[in-house]
C-alpha cells in the first residue's frame, strides 16, 4: 500500500495544531482561575474572554466574568453577563443567588425575589430568607429618612474609604493619584496594584485640594493600610493592614490577607512603634479594628473558624498588659453572612452586614449591650443605607455627625465618604461646600402599582377662595351649538365614577369621596409638576441633581442650557431645595446625560436615585429678571394662558387621562398634598370654554376656565 506523506502529515499537523489550540484555551482559563482568586477581577475578565472565543458555551466563564463584576461592583455589567446564562440547565450552585444578590444591589426587587425563589432547590432556608429582606427593602423605602446625606468633599474620583477621627481632622484611606510624592516613579506601580494611601483633610472648613494632605511621609507610606482608628486621647490607634487591597472593597469569607496592629500616636496623627495583634489568625483574616473611647476595648471582624459564617464580629479587652483572647458577639449581631467594620461611640456599636435585612449589599446598623446581652440590630434606614454597599460608619464625638463610605450612585466615582447630620437639628442656612447637600439614597425597584387603597385616594372639585385674586373676563361664548333641542349632554353619575377610577361598590362603603359643588382644593399657590405626562408619586426614577441651596432667593437660571437633556426642577428634601434635571428611567441614559452635563462646565453634577414626590416638586427654568420662575423648555410658547381646571386628587394614579386626552394637553399641579389635573393648548378663552363643556359632560361636573400668569393658575369668574 502507498502511503501518502503528504496527507499524513496534514493530518499531523492539524491535530497537532487542535491540540495545541485546546491546551492553550485550557491553561487561559486556569489562569483566569488563579487571577480571579487573587482578586485581579480586571485581567481574570480578560482571560475568561480569550477563553469564550475558543468556547462559547463556557458557562463556567460567564459566570466567572458575571462574578468578576459583581465583586468590582459594576452591577449592570454583572448582569448583563449572569442574563447570558438564563436558561441553561446546568448553572453553578450560586447562580441564583449571586444573581438576585446583583439585582437587589440595583434596586431590582421583584427580579431578584424571583431569582431567590429559585435558589429554594439548592439552599431553601437562605432563599426564603432573601426573599423576606426584599420585602422588608420595599418597605424601608416608604419610612421617612432622619438624616440629610452631604459628600465629604475630600472624596475623590477614585475609591475614598474608612473615615477616622484625630482631633479636628478626618484621616481617610484613598487610592486617588493625584497627589505626587518625590519617589512617585519608584512607587508608581506600588500605587496601582498594593493599595491605598492615608490622607488628613480638615472638619468645618472648606476643604480644597491645598488642606488635604499626606499622613505618612514618602519613605514611610507602604500602601498597605486599610484603616485605622484612634482612642479618644488620641495617644494610640490600632491600624489594619493587607498587602493586596482592590478599589472595588470587594471583601469576602475566603480572605486571608488583612491583620491588625496596635501602635503608638504622634501630635500630627502619624503612627509609630507597631506591633501585630496577638490574636491574628494564620491563614484567615483579622480586620477593621475599632477601639472603644477610653481605649482598652477592641472590636474587629474576622473570618476564622468557630464564628456564625464569613466574617464577624469580636471583642477583645486590653488587661494586665495585654489583649485578651477575642469573644465572638453572638447570633444577635453575627450572621451567616458577613459584619464587618465596626465602630462603638461609647454607647452604640455600629457595623456594616450583608445578610441582616437591608436594603442591599452591604446596610449599616446599630446595637448596643442591655442586661449583659447584645441587642438585635437595627437597620439606620433610607437615606443612611442605599442599595449599594455603606460600610466604615463611624460617628464623630464632637459635631455627632456620622461619616460613612459608600459607593452609591450620586458621588464623585466609586467610594465616597459621606457626611450624615440629624434632620431635625438641620435649619436653613447658605451651602457649605464641603458639606454639599446630596439626594438621600434610594433603591429603583420595579414594583408594579397596584393603586392606592380605599381609604387613600380621593377626588375633589375645587373651590372658589375668599383670598384668590379673580379675574372678571366677559363670556360671550357662542353656544349655538347648543338649542333646546340639542343641550349639552346630562351628567350621569354612573359615568363619573367609571371616569374617576372609582367602583360603585366602593362608593357604598369606604370609597374615595368625589364632591362635586362649592368643596375642594383652591388653585392658589400651585405648582407646575409636569407636562403632558403623569408623574406617580412613590415611582423612584434617576435625576441629575445640579445644586442644593439653602436659601430661597437663590438663582438658579444658569442651568436653563441644559434643557435640551431633560425638565429641571426645584425639589424639597429635608431642609434643602435641590436644582435637578432629569428625570430617566434607564441608569445608562442617566449616566450618559450626566457626562454631557459635565462636559458643559457642571462638573459637580451627579446621579441621585429619588422617588417622585409630586408635593414636593416645581417644574421650573428660564427665569425672569426677578427671578419668578416660568415653565421649562419642553412646554411650547403656543400652549396659551387660558386652560381648564379639572380635578384634585390626593393620589395623581386616580386620575383617568383616557377620558380626556382628546380635549387637550394635560398638566399636572401640586399643592400640599393634592395633584390638580389641569387641560391647555387653548389661544383663547372661548376654545378653553369648549373644552370645558366637554369635561363637564364627562363627569369633572366642577371644570372651570381658569388663567396662567406666568405660571400662577387664577381662577375666572364667569358670569
Same mark, same amino acid.
Given at each position: 500500500?502507498?502511503?501518502?506523506?503528504?496527507?499524513?502529515?496534514?493530518?499531523?499537523? &492539524?491535530?497537532?495544531?487542535?491540540?495545541?489550540?485546546?491546551?492553550?484555551?485550557?491553561?487561559?482559563?486556569?489562569?483566569?482561575?488563579?487571577?480571579?482568586?487573587?482578586?485581579?477581577?480586571?485581567?481574570?475578565?480578560?482571560?475568561?474572554?480569550?477563553?469564550?472565543?475558543?468556547?462559547?458555551?463556557?458557562?463556567?466563564?460567564?459566570?466567572?466574568?458575571?462574578?468578576?463584576?459583581?465583586?468590582?461592583?459594576?452591577?449592570?455589567?454583572?448582569?448583563?453577563?449572569?442574563?447570558?446564562?438564563?436558561?441553561?440547565?446546568?448553572?453553578?450552585?450560586?447562580?441564583?443567588?449571586?444573581?438576585?444578590?446583583?439585582?437587589?444591589?440595583?434596586?431590582?426587587?421583584?427580579?431578584?425575589?424571583?431569582?431567590?425563589?429559585?435558589?429554594?432547590?439548592?439552599?431553601?432556608?437562605?432563599?426564603?430568607?432573601?426573599?423576606?429582606?426584599?420585602?422588608?427593602?420595599?418597605?424601608?423605602?416608604?419610612?421617612?429618612?432622619?438624616?440629610?446625606?452631604?459628600?465629604?468633599?475630600?472624596?475623590?474620583?477614585?475609591?475614598?474609604?474608612?473615615?477616622?477621627?484625630?482631633?479636628?481632622?478626618?484621616?481617610?484611606?484613598?487610592?486617588?493619584?493625584?497627589?505626587?510624592?518625590?519617589?512617585?516613579?519608584?512607587?508608581?506601580?506600588?500605587?496601582?496594584?498594593?493599595?491605598?494611601?492615608?490622607?488628613?483633610?480638615?472638619?468645618?472648613?472648606?476643604?480644597?485640594?491645598?488642606?488635604?494632605?499626606?499622613?505618612?511621609?514618602?519613605?514611610?507610606?507602604?500602601?498597605?493600610?486599610?484603616?485605622?482608628?484612634?482612642?479618644?486621647?488620641?495617644?494610640?490607634?490600632?491600624?489594619?493592614?493587607?498587602?493586596?487591597?482592590?478599589?472595588?472593597?470587594?471583601?469576602?469569607?475566603?480572605?486571608?490577607?488583612?491583620?491588625?496592629?496596635?501602635?503608638?500616636?504622634?501630635?500630627?496623627?502619624?503612627?509609630?512603634?507597631?506591633?501585630?495583634?496577638?490574636?491574628?489568625?494564620?491563614?484567615?483574616?483579622?480586620?477593621?479594628?475599632?477601639?472603644?473611647?477610653?481605649?482598652?476595648?477592641?472590636?474587629?471582624?474576622?473570618?476564622?473558624?468557630?464564628?456564625?459564617?464569613?466574617?464577624?464580629?469580636?471583642?477583645?479587652?486590653?488587661?494586665?498588659?495585654?489583649?485578651?483572647?477575642?469573644?465572638?458577639?453572638?447570633?444577635?449581631?453575627?450572621?451567616?453572612?458577613?459584619?464587618?467594620?465596626?465602630?462603638?461611640?461609647?454607647?452604640?456599636?455600629?457595623?456594616?452586614?450583608?445578610?441582616?435585612?437591608?436594603?442591599?449589599?452591604?446596610?449599616?446598623?446599630?446595637?448596643?449591650?442591655?442586661?449583659?446581652?447584645?441587642?438585635?440590630?437595627?437597620?439606620?434606614?433610607?437615606?443612611?443605607?442605599?442599595?449599594?454597599?455603606?460600610?466604615?460608619?463611624?460617628?464623630?464625638?464632637?459635631?455627632?455627625?456620622?461619616?460613612?463610605?459608600?459607593?452609591?450612585?450620586?458621588?464623585?466615582?466609586?467610594?465616597?465618604?459621606?457626611?450624615?447630620?440629624?434632620?431635625?437639628?438641620?435649619?436653613?442656612?447658605?451651602?457649605?461646600?464641603?458639606?454639599?447637600?446630596?439626594?438621600?439614597?434610594?433603591?429603583?425597584?420595579?414594583?408594579?402599582?397596584?393603586?392606592?387603597?380605599?381609604?387613600?385616594?380621593?377626588?375633589?372639585?375645587?373651590?372658589?377662595?375668599?383670598?384668590?385674586?379673580?379675574?372678571?373676563?366677559?363670556?360671550?361664548?357662542?353656544?349655538?351649538?347648543?338649542?333646546?333641542?340639542?343641550?349639552?349632554?346630562?351628567?350621569?353619575?354612573?359615568?363619573?365614577?367609571?371616569?374617576?377610577?372609582?367602583?360603585?361598590?366602593?362608593?357604598?362603603?369606604?370609597?374615595?369621596?368625589?364632591?362635586?359643588?362649592?368643596?375642594?382644593?383652591?388653585?392658589?399657590?400651585?405648582?407646575?409638576?409636569?407636562?403632558?405626562?403623569?408623574?406617580?408619586?412613590?415611582?423612584?426614577?434617576?435625576?441629575?441633581?445640579?445644586?442644593?441651596?439653602?436659601?430661597?432667593?437663590?438663582?438658579?437660571?444658569?442651568?436653563?442650557?441644559?434643557?435640551?437633556?431633560?425638565?429641571?426642577?426645584?425639589?424639597?428634601?429635608? &431642609?434643602?431645595?435641590?436644582?435637578?434635571?432629569?428625570?430617566?428611567?434607564?441608569?445608562?441614559?442617566?449616566?450618559?446625560?450626566?457626562?454631557?452635563?459635565?462636559?458643559?462646565?457642571?462638573?459637580?453634577?451627579?446621579?441621585?436615585?429619588?422617588?417622585?414626590?409630586?408635593?414636593?416638586?416645581?417644574?421650573?427654568?428660564?427665569?425672569?429678571?426677578?427671578?419668578?420662575?416660568?415653565?421649562?423648555?419642553?412646554?411650547?410658547?403656543?400652549?396659551?394662558?387660558?386652560?381648564?381646571?379639572?380635578?384634585?386628587?390626593?393620589?395623581?394614579?386616580?386620575?383617568?387621562?383616557? &377620558?380626556?386626552?382628546?380635549?387637550?394637553?394635560?398638566?399636572?399641579?401640586?399643592?400640599?398634598?393634592?395633584?390638580?389635573?389641569?387641560?391647555?393648548?387653548?389661544?383663547?378663552?372661548?376654545?378653553?370654554?369648549?373644552?370645558?363643556?366637554?369635561?363637564?359632560?364627562?363627569?369633572?361636573?366642577?371644570?372651570?376656565?381658569?388663567?396662567?400668569?406666568?405660571?400662577?393658575?387664577?381662577?375666572?369668574?364667569?358670569?
Amino acid at each position: 500500500m502507498r502511503i501518502n506523506y503528504k496527507y499524513s502529515n496534514l493530518v499531523i499537523f &492539524s491535530a497537532l495544531l487542535l491540540f495545541t489550540s485546546s491546551s492553550f484555551a485550557q491553561n487561559v482559563e486556569k489562569k483566569a482561575d488563579k487571577q480571579f482568586a487573587l482578586k485581579a477581577y480586571e485581567l481574570a475578565i480578560e482571560n475568561y474572554e480569550i477563553k469564550l472565543q475558543q468556547d462559547s458555551d463556557c458557562t463556567h466563564c460567564i459566570f466567572q466574568i458575571a462574578e468578576s463584576y459583581r465583586l468590582l461592583n459594576q452591577n449592570l455589567d454583572a448582569a448583563i453577563w449572569f442574563r447570558k446564562l438564563e436558561g441553561k440547565k446546568e448553572l453553578p450552585d450560586q447562580y441564583f443567588l449571586q444573581y438576585g444578590n446583583v439585582m437587589k444591589k440595583m434596586g431590582q426587587y421583584n427580579k431578584a425575589e424571583e431569582l431567590f425563589a429559585n435558589y429554594a432547590a439548592i439552599d431553601p432556608i437562605t432563599s426564603n430568607y432573601m426573599i423576606l429582606s426584599c420585602n422588608f427593602a420595599k418597605d424601608l423605602l416608604s419610612v421617612k429618612p432622619k438624616y440629610e446625606v452631604g459628600l465629604f468633599q475630600a472624596s475623590s474620583s477614585s475609591a475614598d474609604y474608612g473615615p477616622a477621627v484625630f482631633k479636628d481632622k478626618i484621616m481617610f484611606s484613598s487610592f486617588r493619584n493625584d497627589y505626587i510624592r518625590s519617589n512617585n516613579k519608584v512607587n508608581q506601580s506600588v500605587i496601582n496594584t498594593q493599595g491605598a494611601q492615608l490622607f488628613v483633610a480638615p472638619v468645618g472648613q472648606k476643604v480644597t485640594k491645598n488642606n488635604i494632605k499626606h499622613l505618612r511621609t514618602d519613605l514611610e507610606e507602604d500602601y498597605q493600610v486599610v484603616s485605622i482608628c484612634y482612642a479618644n486621647n488620641y495617644k494610640s490607634c490600632v491600624i489594619t493592614r493587607s498587602p493586596v487591597q482592590h478599589k472595588s472593597l470587594a471583601y469576602n469569607s475566603n480572605d486571608s490577607e488583612l491583620s491588625i496592629y496596635t501602635a503608638q500616636v504622634d501630635d500630627s496623627g502619624n503612627f509609630y512603634n507597631m506591633i501585630p495583634f496577638p490574636h491574628n489568625e494564620v491563614g484567615y483574616s483579622s480586620a477593621f479594628a475599632t477601639l472603644n473611647p477610653a481605649g482598652n476595648i477592641m472590636y474587629f471582624s474576622s473570618n476564622r473558624p468557630g464564628g456564625m459564617g464569613g466574617y464577624d464580629i469580636y471583642a477583645s479587652y486590653f488587661k494586665n498588659g495585654s489583649w485578651t483572647y477575642p469573644d465572638n458577639l453572638g447570633a444577635n449581631v453575627n450572621t451567616p453572612g458577613n459584619e464587618i467594620t465596626p465602630s462603638y461611640d461609647g454607647d452604640l456599636l455600629y457595623f456594616s452586614s450583608d445578610y441582616h435585612f437591608g436594603l442591599g449589599g452591604y446596610d449599616m446598623f446599630s446595637c448596643f449591650v442591655e442586661e449583659g446581652q447584645w441587642t438585635l440590630p437595627i437597620n439606620l434606614g433610607n437615606g443612611v443605607n442605599s442599595p449599594e454597599d455603606d460600610l466604615y460608619g463611624i460617628k464623630h464625638p464632637k459635631t455627632n455627625e456620622y461619616f460613612v463610605s459608600s459607593n452609591r450612585l450620586g458621588g464623585k466615582g466609586n467610594h465616597d465618604i459621606y457626611i450624615l447630620t440629624d434632620i431635625q437639628k438641620e435649619e436653613f442656612a447658605t451651602v457649605s461646600p464641603e458639606n454639599e447637600a446630596i439626594p438621600l439614597a434610594v433603591s429603583l425597584p420595579t414594583i408594579k402599582d397596584e393603586g392606592p387603597s380605599t381609604n387613600d385616594a380621593v377626588a375633589v372639585s375645587e373651590k372658589s377662595n375668599k383670598n384668590e385674586n379673580l379675574i372678571e373676563i366677559d363670556s360671550n361664548i357662542d353656544l349655538s351649538s347648543y338649542t333646546d333641542e340639542n343641550p349639552p349632554e346630562a351628567v350621569n353619575l354612573e359615568n363619573v365614577y367609571k371616569n374617576t377610577s372609582v367602583s360603585e361598590t366602593s362608593i357604598t362603603n369606604e370609597a374615595p369621596k368625589i364632591n362635586y359643588g362649592s368643596t375642594g382644593i383652591s388653585v392658589v399657590a400651585a405648582k407646575l409638576v409636569s407636562y403632558g405626562e403623569i408623574l406617580s408619586t412613590g415611582k423612584p426614577v434617576y435625576f441629575i441633581q445640579l445644586a442644593a441651596i439653602f436659601k430661597n432667593d437663590a438663582k438658579v437660571g444658569e442651568f436653563d442650557i441644559l434643557t435640551d437633556y431633560g425638565n429641571i426642577y426645584k425639589i424639597k428634601e429635608a &431642609s434643602a431645595i435641590k436644582v435637578k434635571l432629569g428625570y430617566y428611567y434607564d441608569e445608562y441614559e442617566a449616566k450618559r446625560i450626566l457626562q454631557l452635563v459635565r462636559n458643559m462646565g457642571f462638573t459637580d453634577a451627579f446621579i441621585s436615585l429619588s422617588p417622585i414626590d409630586t408635593r414636593n416638586m416645581e417644574l421650573i427654568v428660564n427665569p425672569s429678571e426677578n427671578d419668578n420662575f416660568k415653565y421649562s423648555a419642553p412646554i411650547p410658547a403656543s400652549v396659551g394662558q387660558y386652560k381648564v381646571r379639572l380635578a384634585s386628587y390626593s393620589d395623581p394614579s386616580w386620575f383617568d387621562l383616557a &377620558s380626556v386626552e382628546d380635549l387637550g394637553t394635560i398638566e399636572q399641579w401640586s399643592k400640599n398634598d393634592w395633584t390638580i389635573f389641569v387641560l391647555s393648548g387653548y389661544s383663547n378663552y372661548e376654545n378653553a370654554e369648549s373644552a370645558r363643556i366637554k369635561a363637564v359632560n364627562r363627569g369633572y361636573i366642577d371644570a372651570a376656565v381658569v388663567k396662567d400668569n406666568n405660571g400662577v393658575l387664577e381662577t375666572i369668574k364667569r358670569n
